[in-house]
Structures are given as structure tokens and as C-alpha cells.
């Protein structure tokens, strides 16, 4: 079992930038591919970004895709989303997720373990 915390959410510019962070308890950190997803208000959870758990391979919804990055530190057991270029769409809370199923997984249904989640909010 994992727990997860969000860190790093805040008020920001839209054009401005910030970087989430999750942090993981446990020693099998390494072991679990590790997601992003976002919820807007009145509208349902979606992806944001994915990074799988061996082999750091990526991947992104469209509309982030360009301007997110999704890194990990197995070493600190954290997976980061670097967030440049915001947009006022962007506002959401912002949940990491961890997942033990193989591949890249872009579905909340295939993740286990959630964070509470970190607000974002992007003024126009």
C-alpha cells in the first residue's frame, strides 16, 4: 500500500508556472506507475500525465501536452508535474495517483491509491 501527498498548488498568471509535487510513503515506491489528473469544478476527473514505473516512459493529454512535464525520483520517492505556460482552463484541483498495473495508463479506474489533492487556480 502507498499513501500519497500533494504538494505545490497556488494561485498563478496565466503564462506563469508551477511544479506539484507527491510524495509517497513506503519502500516499494519504484514499483507503482505514477499519474496526474485534474478535477475542474462541475466537470469529471481527467488525465493529465502518466510515467510508468520501470521504464520512465511518459505520456500526456493533449492539452497539456508541450507545456507539462511528469518526472520521478524513485530515490525520493516523488513524482513531480512541472506546469509552464498556464492557462485559466488549467484551474483544478490536481490529484497524483499510483497505479501497479504495467504500461501507461491514462484511466482513473486502473489507479489504487490517491492523493487529497492540491488546488490550482490560473488568473486570466
Known amino acids: 500500500q502507498v499513501q500519497l501527498v500533494e504538494s505545490g498548488g497556488g494561485l498563478v498568471q496565466a503564462g506563469g508556472s508551477l511544479r506539484l509535487s507527491c510524495a509517497a510513503s513506503?519502500?516499494?515506491?519504484?514499483?507503482?506507475?505514477m499519474g496526474w489528473f485534474r478535477q475542474a469544478p462541475g466537470k469529471e476527473r481527467e488525465f493529465v500525465a502518466q510515467?510508468?514505473?520501470?521504464?520512465?516512459?511518459?505520456n500526456y493529454a493533449d492539452s497539456v501536452k508541450g507545456r507539462f512535464t511528469i518526472s520521478r525520483d524513485n530515490a525520493k520517492n516523488t513524482v513531480y508535474l512541472q506546469m509552464n505556460s498556464l492557462k485559466p482552463e488549467d484551474t483544478a484541483v490536481y490529484y497524483c495517483?499510483?497505479?501497479?498495473?504495467?504500461?501507461?495508463?491514462?484511466?482513473?479506474?486502473?489507479?489504487?491509491?490517491w492523493g487529497q489533492g492540491t488546488q490550482v487556480t490560473v488568473s486570466s
Open positions: 510515467i510508468t514505473r520501470i521504464t520512465g516512459i511518459t
Open positions: 495517483a499510483a497505479t501497479q498495473n504495467p504500461g501507461g495508463r491514462r484511466n482513473s479506474f486502473e489507479y489504487s491509491y
Open positions: 513506503g519502500r516499494t515506491f519504484s514499483s507503482y506507475g
